[in-house]
């Protein structure tokens, strides 16, 4: 069964860093794009982040760029976001998805998701 299982969320002081991790079993990602999204409490889901199969495309969101990084490990079939300089509002669920189409950042467009690790972000 295919599956992507997110790690890493936790709590962090404003100003500190995180990093998440997917992990992807039931089949290779390697031909397919990583994507994180968030949801904070009362909001919609969020576009954060997205890589291609190859790694040489990325995006991100505009609160975010310059201070999230994603990256991927295609022999590892993992991808992660590493984040730093944490705000307040970066809290959030924190959920990695995959698609065989890259440059699509909406969540209809994803073929799987993963069911999300918490990031809460506070002194």
């Known amino acids: 069964q295919v599956q992507l299982v997110e790690s890493g969320g936790g709590s962090v002081q404003p100003g500190g860093s995180l990093r998440l991790s997917c992990a992807a079993s039931?089949?290779?990602?390697?031909?397919?794009?990583f994507y994180w999204f968030r949801q904070a409490p009362g909001k919609e889901r969020e576009f954060v982040a997205a890589?291609?199969?190859?790694?040489?495309?990325?995006n991100y969101a505009g609160a975010v760029k310059g201070r999230f990084t994603i990256s991927r490990d295609n022999a590892k079939n993992t991808a992660s976001l590493h984040m730093n300089s944490l705000k307040s509002e970066d809290t959030a669920d924190y959920y990695c998805?995959?698609?065989?189409?890259?440059?699509?950042?909406?969540?209809?467009?994803?073929?799987?998701w993963g069911k999300g690790t918490l990031v809460h972000v506070a002194s």
């Open positions: 998805a995959a698609a065989s189409k890259y440059g699509v950042f909406f969540g209809d467009a994803m073929d799987y």
């Open positions: 890589i291609s199969w190859t790694g040489f495309n990325t």
């Open positions: 039931g089949r290779t990602f390697s031909r397919d794009a």
